[in-house]
């Protein structure tokens, strides 16, 4: 009688292990993010037109149930209003969510309102809520004016007071800034000296200077 021929041992594939985790792996990532954007948050929206350097009361807010996914850290929550208060730094229209990024501690903003006047016509981005980088090119004794450079970043236009009557940004607007403290007194004397002041939105390349 034959003796039976012994069966060989299977190999274990281990492409095929792999291959099972890429796929529960997948599986996972996809309900995690699925879940994240299914979750719904309350968060703050603007119930008026809020302006920069008002100071928050309670009929400006509204509460607003949303999903926001991966972006709900950028969004004033329904629990993390500043106990101290908050005032604005960045124009938020009604109805928009309310950005944490537009908002300052109400103790300690470090803002000064100054209005500036312009030596010629501005980017169109100049507008109230507006963030902007105040420039200044130093004029010496001749009456000639040197390289400019930012003396007061981070600021943001309150309001655009037009006297000439054309409604557009000229020599004959003043611009009302927010601008952060400890730049003011420089400020004011560039102002004072008869430096040339120009605004920039912020982020802008140098060249745009006006």
């Not at 012994?6 to 099972?20: E, Q």
């Not at 890429?22 to 299914?38: K, W």
């Not at 309150?158 to 054309?166: L, N, P, R």
């Given at each position: 009688?034959?003796?039976?021929?012994?069966?060989?041992?299977?190999?274990?594939?281990?492409?095929?292990?792999?291959?099972?985790?890429?796929?529960?792996?997948?599986?996972?990532?996809?309900?995690?993010?699925?879940?994240?954007?299914?979750?719904?948050?309350?968060?703050?929206?603007?119930?008026?037109?809020?302006?920069?350097?008002?100071?928050?009361?309670?009929?400006?807010?509204?509460?607003?149930?949303?999903?926001?996914?991966?972006?709900?850290?950028?969004?004033?929550?329904?629990?993390?209003?500043?106990?101290?208060?908050?005032?604005?730094?960045?124009?938020?229209?009604a109805g928009e969510?309310?950005?944490?990024?537009?908002?300052?501690?109400?103790?300690?903003?470090?803002?000064?309102?100054?209005?500036?006047?312009?030596?010629?016509?501005?980017a169109s981005g100049?507008?109230?809520?507006?963030?902007?980088?105040?420039?200044?090119?130093?004029?010496?004794?001749?009456?000639?004016?040197?390289?400019?450079?930012?003396?007061?970043?981070?600021?943001?236009?309150?309001?655009?007071?037009?006297?000439?009557?054309?409604?557009?940004?000229?020599?004959?607007?003043?611009?009302?800034?927010?601008?952060?403290?400890?730049?003011?007194?420089?400020?004011?004397?560039?102002?004072?000296?008869?430096?040339?002041?120009?605004?920039?939105?912020?982020?802008?390349?140098?060249?745009?200077?006006?």
């Amino acid at each position: 009688m034959t003796a039976p021929v012994p069966r060989k041992a299977r190999r274990f594939d281990v492409r095929l292990l792999i291959g099972a985790v890429i796929v529960v792996a997948s599986i996972v990532g996809v309900a995690l993010v699925v879940g994240a954007f299914d979750r719904s948050v309350m968060v703050y929206q603007a119930a008026r037109p809020l302006s920069v350097g008002h100071r928050l009361v309670s009929g400006d807010l509204a509460l607003a149930e949303v999903r926001l996914g991966a972006l709900e850290s950028r969004y004033l929550r329904a629990e993390a209003l500043p106990d101290d208060g908050a005032v604005v730094t960045r124009q938020v229209d009604a109805g928009e969510l309310v950005p944490v990024a537009s908002l300052g501690s109400d103790a300690g903003a470090g803002l000064s309102t100054v209005v500036v006047r312009v030596e010629a016509p501005v980017a169109s981005g100049v507008r109230a809520g507006a963030a902007v980088d105040v420039w200044s090119s130093p004029r010496d004794e001749a009456g000639r004016f040197g390289p400019p450079s930012v003396i007061a970043a981070d600021s943001s236009v309150v309001s655009v007071i037009d006297e000439s009557g054309v409604g557009s940004i000229s020599a004959d607007t003043g611009v009302e800034l927010l601008v952060p403290s400890d730049d003011v007194a420089e400020l004011l004397s560039a102002i004072a000296n008869g430096d040339a002041i120009s605004l920039v939105p912020s982020g802008s390349p140098i060249g745009a200077a006006s």
